[in-house]
């Protein structure tokens, strides 16, 4: 049995973390009046809008800052559409059978080609069904001729594909990505038929907006930093809803309630912030505008997923977050939150980049960036918990009670 | 401000917490989760790489991903101006 040195101060001031108002913040978040919540949309702005509000409520002083997001962002302007007759179905379900592909061209007008393989050695006019898909291999369609490209895709367990807005750059030619078990029906048997079909998406350039509170201003020495971001992919333009519940405002919720306590219970000349970040899903846009900008030695938790936690956390660490580290892992056996080494690709490498020590927590994304990823989905002791444990992890830094010694290393 | 209780916990790492600073490769994008192999018909197995290779290339995605991301990159950025340096991609 693991024996475990000190308590989390809050836990001793009895000061343990709420599960409504990190509910409150979820069901808000997630409410239709934000839609999906995507960067550089009017529900992303109506979002940092009420975050702010509530961070003032909180006792943080607030700034919102604004950023451009060019190049990134991959937006569905109107539903794409295919049919194939020859296989029974004459519209297929966009996101259900299948969606676009991050890579597509725009083809806003439906276009009819026969199916074919990159083994048929003509294929003009075709849609060419692809599962080795690469951008040469797309520019080699090209250049023979197709008129678009089919690539398989599995959906998750309720049937859905999820939705993201940002991946690998755009090719030529128009590319959807289709439900596994359909591709094959295509592919075997089926090539000659026609299909038709149109992928309505475009590149746009954004604004974003970090919401940052700060709590205790930084008196040059130990800063913690909680990063959690606020936005979704939004909506989809037939009203198909996103409400990014899991990722991640159940993430916002638990870095806010955190705060909120750390605010309480942190002894004097500690600086306590939260940035709120937006553009998360386009590329962790909102972290590389601020991450720059951040006072050197400052150390940043984020929290990305906090709905289900499952068997453990998964937590990266990135810069010279050694101490950092071995504070989260003393919390995570003061509070009972099993931890595991797992890639957290998010803001967190933002800020490790920056030099600066991090780490990313992930505490599970039930439904991820589909409609199923509604509020119901975050459970509320995850909700709990992650706020224990950001509130421990701070605690222990300001304590310097760590009993692992830091890797000097790091 | 810490109390020195003793108290059994089942929690934290249970191998080498440093093992976080390398973890396991992910499937997904800065943005994404490890969504499992194919799950995204190849659109973001290609975006991160490893933590390592990201780290290594200054960004939130391995080099290989990252040069690709910037081939597409929209011509007359703003120079001197601070940037999210997204690229085209999901690599920055």
């Known amino acids: 049995m693991t024996s475990v040195t000190g308590r989390p101060a809050a836990v001793a001031a009895g000061l343990s973390p709420q599960p409504a108002p990190m509910r409150e ?15 550089g949309t009017a529900g992303g702005r109506a979002a940092a809008a009420w975050l702010a509000d509530l961070l003032r409520e909180a006792g943080a002083r607030v700034r919102l800052d604004e950023f451009p997001v060019t190049g990134t962002v ?6 794409p559409t295919l049919s194939w007759p020859a296989g029974g179905t004459h519209a297929l379900v966009f996101r259900r059978d299948f969606c676009e592909h991050l890579a597509s061209a725009d083809l806003p007008d439906p276009r009819t080609g026969r199916l074919s393989t990159m083994d048929d050695a003509d294929l003009t006019g075709a849609w060419v069904l692809d599962g080795r898909y690469s ?50 029906r295509m592919r075997t048997g089926a090539q000659g038929s026609t299909v038709t079909a149109a992928v309505p998406v475009r590149t746009v350039d954004v604004t974003g907006v970090n919401v940052h509170g700060e709590f205790r201003p930084p ?30 405002a159940a993430g916002v919720a638990a870095v806010i309630e955190a705060a909120r306590i750390l605010h309480r219970v942190l002894p004097d000349g500690i600086g306590l912030g939260v940035a709120l970040l937006d553009g998360e899903e386009a590329g962790a846009t909102g972290s590389a505008w601020h991450a720059p900008t951040v006072e050197p030695g400052t150390l940043v938790i984020n929290l990305d ?54 780490v990313g927590i992930g505490m599970g994304m039930p439904g991820y960036q589909t409609p199923a990823e509604n509020p119901e989905r975050v459970e509320d002791a995850t909700l709990t918990v992650a706020a224990r444990l950001l509130t421990a992890t701070a605690v222990n830094l300001a304590d310097g009670s760590n009993p692992r010694r830091p890797d000097p290393r790091r | 401000m810490s109390t020195q209780a003793t108290e059994p916990a089942a929690g934290g790492f249970a191998g080498d917490p440093a093992e976080a600073f390398n973890p396991p ?17 190849g659109q973001t197995e290609v975006c991160c790489g490893t933590a390592a290779e990201a780290q290594a290339s200054g960004g939130c995605c391995g080099e290989a991903a990252k040069a690709e991301a910037r081939a597409a990159e929209p011509v007359g950025a703003a ?14």
């Open chain 1, 25 to 39: 913040v979820v069901e808000e978040l997630a409410a239709d009046r934000y839609a999906g919540r995507r960067v």
């Open chain 1, 74 to 79: 991959r937006e569905v302007y109107g539903v």
């Open chain 1, 135 to 184: 951008p040469r291999r797309a520019e080699d369609a090209v250049t023979r001729g197709a008129v678009g490209i089919l690539v398989p895709r599995d959906t998750d367990a309720a049937g859905w594909m999820p939705k993201m807005i940002a991946g690998p750059a755009p090719v030529a030619l128009p590319v959807l990505a289709v439900r596994t078990d359909l591709y094959e």
């Open chain 1, 219 to 248: 008196l040059g020495g130990l800063t913690l930093l909680l990063t959690a971001h606020f936005d979704g992919v939004g909506d989809d333009p037939d009203g198909l809803r996103f409400p990014a519940a899991c990722d991640n």
């Open chain 1, 305 to 358: 997923g906090a709905a289900r936690l499952g068997q453990a956390a998964a937590v990266e660490a990135g810069g010279p977050a050694g101490p950092l580290l071995a504070a989260l892992d003393l919390a995570g056996r003061q509070t009972g939150v099993p931890l595991r080494a797992q890639a957290m690709p998010s803001d967190n490498r933002r800020y490790a980049v920056a030099g600066l020590p991090a």
């Open chain 2, 25 to 41: 490769k992910a499937g997904g994008c800065c943005g994404s989760p490890a969504t499992g192999t194919g799950a995204a018909g």
């Open chain 2, 79 to 92: 120079p001197g101006k601070r940037s999210t340096d997204s690229g085209a991609g999901c690599c920055g």
